[in-house]
Nanobody, 116 residues
Framework: VQLVESGGGTVQPGGSLRLSCVAS????????VNWFRQAPGSEREWVAG???????IYGDSVKGRFTISRDKAENTVYLPMNSLKPEDTATYYC???????????WGQGTQVTVSS
């Protein structure tokens, strides 16, 4: 059972990135999936989430700029990020959770740096 994030990198303010969260060993579509981020010296912040019905919700700081989506065939959740700001700089983590199963999985994180 594994979650692997990718797609991070360094971009200029106003740029875009698309993060991916790929699951192996379980069917991601059955789980609620959340993205969190953590900047150095800060607490982990919830960014966005998507349920098994593909309904997405967003934190106020990213609403209108980030979009969360699922690809069932690829067993993947995506987080396209547009209009990036320096304050979006953080390590981004994917989390898959199924309360009924008592399952809670985390990826290793991917670094996003927004800097001119």
């Amino acid at each position: 059972v594994q979650l692997v994030e990718s797609g991070g990198g360094t971009v200029q303010p106003g740029g875009s990135l698309r993060l991916s969260c790929v699951a192996s060993g379980f069917t991601l579509n059955r789980y609620g999936v959340n993205w969190f981020r953590q900047a150095p010296g800060s607490e982990r912040e919830w960014v966005a989430g998507i349920n098994s019905d593909a309904h997405g919700i967003y934190g106020d700081s990213v609403k209108g700029r980030f979009t969360i989506s699922r690809d069932k065939a690829e067993n993947t959740v995506y987080l396209p990020m547009n209009s990036l700001k320096p304050e979006d700089t953080a390590t981004y983590y994917c989390n898959a959770i199924d309360v009924r199963l008592g399952a809670n999985y985390w990826g290793q994180g991917t670094q996003v740096t927004v800097s001119s």
